[in-house]
């Protein structure tokens, strides 16, 4: 089983190794780009912690206790050829929750006692969000406690020209937390083991990473990992997706995470909120999804309990959500309607600006059109956005050969905008607007099957002024809803509310706009009417399988919604 075990960690860790969570722009003096190791060896750990299950501090330890230039040799792990290393290092520095032991080899040319120095007060005392906290307590407030299986409080920062293959140009690994360094070496059966260092610890770059010229970096890298640190404490098997986005926010409230955000995801939205892939994009739409979730559901306490909570992935998400009357889908519907939007309230941020024309959009140019999804089809939990012609009333026809979709219109009229629920209660589903200045479908698949789909657009009569898709008929205000069922072969229902007395005519008409059955001409009072329609025309002949519309006015009052009879 030992053996089989460690083929395995072999076998997946030359697989996974894939570039992971951007901390910071390119710079001149690194030409790269920082990124984690921490998925990869999350993965690689996996297996072992599934087996081994995870270790219990033990009751009574007593902690050795370093000092300033006392020497270690530590282990690491080499990414260029997936192995363990030993790195001689000496403890630098001392700070009330951090030992800073930095690689030998390293040591003045690389790093030097005032980049150390200001690692360890960024760690201890203040961080660029708040200079009366430390990353330390930024952390722990936010995310949790970490684990102790070695009985000091302290955790281990080994700064190290970490070894990739980084040759100049593109990706780096900047940093990474190792749970392997929570079991003790001596854990029986377990032959990986030998090379934990058993303590907590976290590992930060200093090659081409510059300590020296940028300590912002270092700090957001140290930020990042000790957060993977917690989240192994609290939940050791979250997926990812959820772990990674917690990480990038970890450098948000220590303040070292405020440049502009989305360029490589939002130039992609098709891409799958929750299937990792480890590009930058992942992690950049990872991060978005969790500072949307704090912002508009709780702020850092919903952050807290997603990563306390038991269950993983959206099943967390949903847990965490139930106190909020939300859940995942509903949530994730907005998120993506405010990264097309980016505006105030609840389709947008408050921390930063997207730039969203890099989104790229299907424009349909005139009417009728129609969009065949072709492969590569929709990923899942992923968007895709189609901008509309603007004309007097227009129809969109949906139908999925599988799966499940979240389908969005964001209407906007007079600075307004409107976000209209597209009805899925049947396939195909129809919806119908008029009265805009720009209209845009967003397109979310919600399931993991390989389906397609199809719209259909087309222009409505000139005559048409259609009422807004609304959920319900509510006392209180003029409204005419749809009608149930839709479409219908013998017999339709049409509700309609009214906030004061008044005189209602509901009429029906043809797609050519003749009007052919009169059902209302009355005068209510207030409240909410209903009223049948069995099909037929004026001189109670059965009508032909079509489009009709049904129009209420009243005095202040006229709008006009389509229905489909079949025979």
Not at 10 to 33: D, K
Request: charged share 20%; with cysteine.
């Amino acid at each position: 089983m030992k053996n089989k075990i460690l083929l395995f960690f072999s076998i997946l860790i030359c697989g996974i190794l894939v570039f992971s969570e951007t901390y910071g722009e390119t710079t001149e003096t690194s030409r790269g780009w920082p990124i984690s190791g921490t998925p990869a060896l999350q993965e690689r750990m996996r297996e072992l912690v599934e087996f081994y299950k995870k270790p219990t501090p033990p009751l009574l330890k007593k902690p050795i206790e370093w000092e300033i230039g006392q020497k270690d040799t530590l282990w690491a792990w080499d990414f260029s050829d997936t192995s363990h290393y030993q790195v001689p290092a000496t403890c630098q520095a001392i700070g009330e929750y951090c030992y800073i032991f930095v690689e030998d080899s390293v040591w003045t040319d690389r790093v030097d006692s005032v980049a150390v120095a200001g690692l360890v007060k960024a760690f201890d005392q203040s961080c660029k969000a708040d200079p009366t906290k430390g990353i330390y307590q930024m952390d722990i407030e936010t995310f949790g406690n970490p684990p102790d299986v070695d009985g000091d409080p302290r955790i281990f920062v080994l700064v190290l020209d970490i070894k990739d293959n980084f040759s100049g140009e593109g990706a780096y690994v900047a940093g990474y937390f190792y749970s392997l360094n929570e079991f003790s070496p001596d854990t029986h059966g377990c032959d990986i083991c030998q090379y934990s260092n058993f303590r907590e610890m976290v590992y930060v770059d200093c090659m081409p990473l510059d300590i020296k010229t940028d300590p912002d970096q270092a700090r957001a890298t140290l930020a990042h990992e000790f957060q993977h640190l917690i989240h192994w404490e609290q939940d050791w098997d979250e997926e990812t997706w959820i772990n990674e986005g917690c990480s990038g926010y970890a450098e948000y409230v220590c303040g070292y995470r405020s440049r502009r955000v989305g360029d490589n995801f939002l130039a992609n939205p098709n891409n799958g909120l929750t299937d990792w892939e480890g590009e930058l994009a992942d992690y950049e739409q990872t991060f978005m999804f969790i500072v949307y979730l704090a912002e508009h559901y709780g702020g850092t306490q919903i952050v807290t309990q997603l990563v306390a909570e038991e269950a993983n992935s959206i099943d967390g998400v949903n847990e965490v959500l139930a106190g909020e009357g939300a859940d995942f889908p509903s949530v994730f519907a907005d998120w993506v309607i405010a990264n097309y939007l980016d505006q105030e309230g609840e389709y947008g941020y408050q921390m930063f600006d997207l730039p969203t024309d890099n989104i790229p959009i299907t424009q349909i140019t005139s009417l009728p059109d129609t969009v065949q999804e072709v492969e590569p089809f929709l990923e899942h939990w992923a968007a895709e956005y189609i901008e509309l012609p603007v004309v007097a009333a227009i129809e969109l026809n949906f139908q999925k050969s599988l799966g499940e979709f979240l389908l969005q219109a964001v209407k906007k009229t007079g600075g307004e905008t409107l976000v209209i629920d597209f009805p899925l209660d049947q396939n195909p589903a129809s919806l119908s607007v008029s009265n805009y200045d720009t209209l845009a479908l967003v397109v979310a698949k919600a399931s993991d099957d390989s389906s397609s789909y199809q719209c259909v657009f087309q222009e409505l009569p000139t005559w048409v002024e259609l009422a807004e898709a609304e959920t319900g008929v509510f006392p209180g205000r003029f409204l005419l809803g749809q009608n149930f069922p839709n479409p219908f072969n013998a017999v339709t229902t049409i509700t309609f509310s009214l906030p004061a007395v008044a005189v209602v005519t509901l009429d029906i008409f043809n797609s050519c706009g003749q009007r052919v059955r009169g059902l209302l001409n009355n005068e209510l009072g207030p409240g909410t009417w209903i009223v049948k329609w069995d099909g037929k025309d004026a001189q109670d002949r059965d009508l032909a399988s079509g489009v009709y519309f049904y129009r209420l006015q009243t005095a202040g009052y006229t709008q006009t919604r389509r229905m489909v009879l079949l025979k």
